[in-house]
């Protein structure tokens, strides 16, 4: 009797004379690089140092693309941005010590945003591993710990052989839900090293699934079946699951309104109308929520943008489906249900009763007046027209990356996404920096739609280096700097709070001289050109830069009230 567990894959005779016969002149990098192919990898980012010159050095041996940037943490965001348009793990390779640790905050928004990094660093000599002070270059006393605490796991390489099945693990941990970067360490020599491991040909690595508890869903299934106001809180959970045509259909047959997280963005039609859109940081938003009997909260931890800062106090049932088991569960009590978004809803579905409910596009409609009466008395007309010219020029299909600025802020609660996995920001760690090299990323990915990024004057200056880099590789970006001579949101915060800003003003240069001086076509723009200068830059080929000169406002919050 032959059982499933018994049967071994047997090696076609390529990769039997493969094997035999491996080429000359194969180290550790090597190895690397042919997992990664072996895995499904075509492109991969990164920085080159001392330490991993044995990686990169395989890399022209490879058949995988390589977009080299000129901050390791920009490389980062790029890597993430790609994992995002993609859902496949984006490798992402470093070199030790100060090199590996620039790369913290990019790998930090992954985590938050689940975007798959496939993270590889490498390390000093195996001989200085462990702890010893060996006063090696770049030496840590434990480089890994430093990740730890950032990434979903960590792999530490020692020899050779442990090199595929090292990076595998870490690749099927990228793609297990929740999506995020994973961390492997390979030390200089294994890599530097010539190999007599064959070459690598297969790489199969199956993220493992994550289905709800049937009884959870059936109870989950009750609630909302019964309930007479659900509603539904949308997270990034389900752009990441691509559960946006189930959550729809969910939507329709229990006739609940739905909001989306700023993370969430895209995950429910705009215009639907049920459709709550992304007013979250507003009262009126807020109290609908905390009115409905059953809410059902889709891919979201409901955390502090998520809650409009925590003041969101729900009255009703809670049903919660989340991947992360620490977001579970850890601001409301909830029925939690840990779960892919995608099976979890595709549960529901299979077993949730339709409603009826005439008058649930009546009371979105209300509520969505209230709030744009409320944005309406504010005297915000040129915020509300810049963001909407935006909006206009750029393509239904084109993909945005925001850096942590004004207009992002508004972008938020404001835009139109148009279409699922579209519209991303630096809203999951918050950091500075996002924009322009997270578009690069996803030019990388789908050369087929410009890519607009969007930061203004002091996140422009984290990274605008990488205009060197759309420069080399051609990548088909166009970035709208807004340029309001500062960190405009912290002056607004700091004049709110103590009456005058401080550290918030900024000396900048000229970025459409200085995106000239890289080779990269530059325009000064107005509020009044903005819609027909950034149409045209998104047209034309290849990188280009608008800078808009403009100081903008936030609306007033309502958390404060």
Same mark, same amino acid.
Do not use: C
């Given at each position: 009797?032959?059982?499933?567990?018994?049967?071994?894959? $047997?090696?076609?005779?390529?990769?039997?004379?493969?094997?035999?016969?491996?080429?000359?002149?194969?180290?550790?990098?090597?190895?690397?690089?042919?997992?990664?192919?072996?895995?499904?990898?075509?492109?991969? &980012?990164?920085?080159?140092?001392?330490?991993?010159?044995?990686?990169?050095?395989?890399?022209?041996?490879?058949?995988?693309?390589?977009?080299?940037?000129?901050?390791?943490?920009?490389?980062?965001?790029?890597?993430?941005?790609?994992?995002?348009?993609?859902?496949?793990?984006?490798?992402?390779?470093?070199?030790?010590?100060?090199?590996?640790?620039?790369?913290?905050?990019?790998?930090?928004?992954?985590?938050?945003?689940?975007?798959?990094?496939?993270?590889?660093?490498?390390?000093?000599?195996?001989?200085?591993?462990?702890?010893?002070?060996?006063?090696?270059?770049?030496?840590?006393?434990?480089?890994?710990?430093?990740?730890?605490?950032?990434?979903?796991?960590?792999?530490?390489?020692?020899?050779?052989?442990?090199?595929?099945?090292?990076?595998?693990?870490?690749?099927?941990?990228?793609?297990?839900?929740?999506?995020?970067?994973?961390?492997?360490?390979?030390?200089?020599?294994?890599?530097?090293?010539?190999?007599?491991?064959?070459?690598?040909?297969?790489?199969?690595?199956?993220?493992?699934?994550?289905?709800?508890?049937?009884?959870?869903?059936?109870?989950?299934?009750?609630?909302?079946?019964?309930?007479?106001?659900?509603?539904?809180?949308?997270?990034?959970?389900?752009?990441?699951?691509?559960?946006?045509?189930?959550?729809?259909?969910?939507?329709?047959?229990?006739?609940?309104?739905?909001?989306?997280?700023?993370?969430?963005?895209?995950?429910?039609?705009?215009?639907?109308?049920?459709?709550?859109?992304?007013?979250?940081?507003?009262?009126?938003?807020?109290? &609908?929520?905390?009115?409905?009997?059953?809410?059902?909260?889709?891919?979201?931890?409901?955390?502090?943008?998520?809650?409009?800062?925590?003041?969101?106090?729900?009255?009703?049932?809670?049903?919660?489906?989340?991947?992360?088991?620490?977001?579970?569960?850890?601001?409301?009590?909830?029925?939690?249900?840990?779960?892919?978004?995608?099976?979890?809803?595709?549960?529901?579905?299979?077993?949730?009763?339709?409603?009826?409910?005439?008058?649930?596009?009546?009371?979105? $409609?209300?509520?969505?007046?209230?709030?744009?009466?409320?944005?309406?008395?504010?005297?915000?007309?040129?915020?509300?027209?810049?963001?909407?010219?935006?909006? $206009?020029?750029?393509?239904?299909?084109?993909?945005?990356?925001?850096?942590?600025?004004?207009?992002?802020?508004?972008?938020?609660?404001?835009?139109?996404?148009?279409?699922?996995?579209?519209?991303?920001?630096?809203?999951?760690?918050?950091?500075?920096?996002?924009?322009?090299?997270?578009?690069?990323?996803?030019?990388?990915?789908?050369?087929?739609?410009?890519?607009?990024?969007?930061?203004?004057?002091?996140?422009?200056?984290?990274?605008?280096?990488?205009?060197?880099?759309?420069?080399?590789?051609?990548?088909?970006?166009?970035?709208?700097?807004?340029?309001?001579?500062?960190?405009?949101?912290?002056?607004?915060?700091?004049?709110?709070?103590?009456?005058?800003?401080?550290?918030?003003?900024?000396?900048?240069?000229?970025?459409?001289?200085?995106?000239?001086?890289?080779?990269?076509?530059?325009?000064?723009?107005?509020?009044?050109?903005?819609?027909?200068?950034?149409?045209?830059?998104?047209?034309?080929?290849?990188?280009?830069?608008?800078?808009?000169?403009?100081?903008?406002?936030? &609306?007033?919050?309502?958390?404060?009230?």
């Amino acid at each position: 009797m032959t059982h499933d567990h018994d049967l071994v894959l $047997r090696p076609t005779a390529a990769q039997t004379e493969a094997a035999l016969n491996p080429p000359p002149g194969r180290n550790g990098g090597d190895l690397v690089v042919e997992t990664l192919a072996g895995l499904g990898a075509m492109t991969v &980012f990164g920085l080159p140092g001392q330490h991993a010159l044995g990686m990169f050095d395989a890399l022209r041996r490879s058949d995988l693309r390589y977009i080299g940037l000129r901050v390791e943490n920009n490389a980062g965001f790029a890597a993430d941005a790609y994992g995002r348009i993609t859902g496949e793990a984006a490798p992402l390779l470093l070199s030790t010590g100060p090199g590996a640790l620039t790369s913290l905050a990019a790998l930090q928004e992954a985590r938050a945003a689940s975007a798959p990094v496939l993270a590889i660093s490498s390390q000093v000599p195996t001989a200085g591993l462990g702890g010893g002070r060996h006063g090696y270059l770049h030496e840590l006393p434990d480089q890994a710990a430093s990740f730890r605490g950032v990434v979903k796991s960590v792999h530490t390489v020692r020899t050779q052989s442990q090199i595929p099945s090292a990076i595998a693990e870490a690749w099927t941990s990228a793609l297990t839900a929740p999506h995020g970067p994973v961390w492997v360490e390979i030390p200089q020599d294994v890599l530097l090293s010539e190999t007599p491991i064959p070459v690598v040909t297969g790489g199969d690595a199956f993220p493992e699934e994550l289905p709800p508890r049937p009884e959870l869903t059936a109870l989950a299934a009750d609630l909302l079946s019964r309930a007479e106001r659900p509603a539904v809180i949308a997270g990034g959970g389900v752009v990441r699951a691509d559960a946006s045509k189930k959550l729809r259909q969910l939507a329709e047959r229990l006739q609940a309104p739905v909001v989306t997280t700023f993370g969430g963005k895209g995950a429910f039609p705009w215009t639907h109308p049920l459709s709550l859109q992304s007013w979250l940081e507003d009262r009126h938003t807020t109290d &609908f929520l905390e009115d409905a009997d059953v809410l059902l909260v889709v891919g979201s931890g409901l955390g502090e943008l998520s809650s409009n800062y925590h003041t969101f106090k729900p009255r009703g049932r809670v049903v919660q489906i989340e991947a992360d088991l620490g977001k579970l569960e850890s601001n409301h009590p909830a029925l939690g249900i840990h779960a892919d978004a995608r099976l979890a809803v595709q549960a529901l579905l299979e077993t949730v009763d339709e409603r009826t409910d005439p008058a649930a596009p009546e009371r979105v $409609r209300a509520v969505l007046a209230k709030v744009h009466e409320r944005i309406a008395s504010q005297e915000l007309t040129l915020e509300q027209d810049v963001l909407a010219a935006v909006r $206009r020029a750029l393509p239904a299909g084109a993909p945005s990356f925001w850096d942590m600025t004004i207009l992002a802020y508004w972008a938020w609660s404001a835009f139109d996404a148009k279409a699922p996995n579209t519209m991303h920001s630096a809203q999951g760690a918050g950091g500075l920096g996002y924009g322009f090299p997270a578009a690069l990323g996803a030019a990388a990915a789908d050369p087929t739609h410009p890519v607009l990024a969007v930061s203004g004057d002091g996140g422009a200056l984290y990274s605008i280096a990488e205009l060197a880099t759309a420069r080399q590789y051609d990548l088909n970006v166009t970035w709208l700097i807004v340029d309001d001579g500062g960190y405009g949101i912290l002056r607004e915060y700091m004049t709110d709070a103590f009456g005058q800003p401080t550290a918030t003003e900024l000396t900048r240069p000229d970025y459409v001289a200085l995106a000239e001086s890289f080779g990269v076509p530059g325009v000064r723009t107005s509020p009044e050109a903005l819609e027909a200068d950034l149409a045209k830059a998104l047209a034309a080929p290849g990188p280009s830069v608008v800078v808009l000169p403009a100081v903008l406002r936030m &609306f007033a919050p309502t958390h404060l009230d």
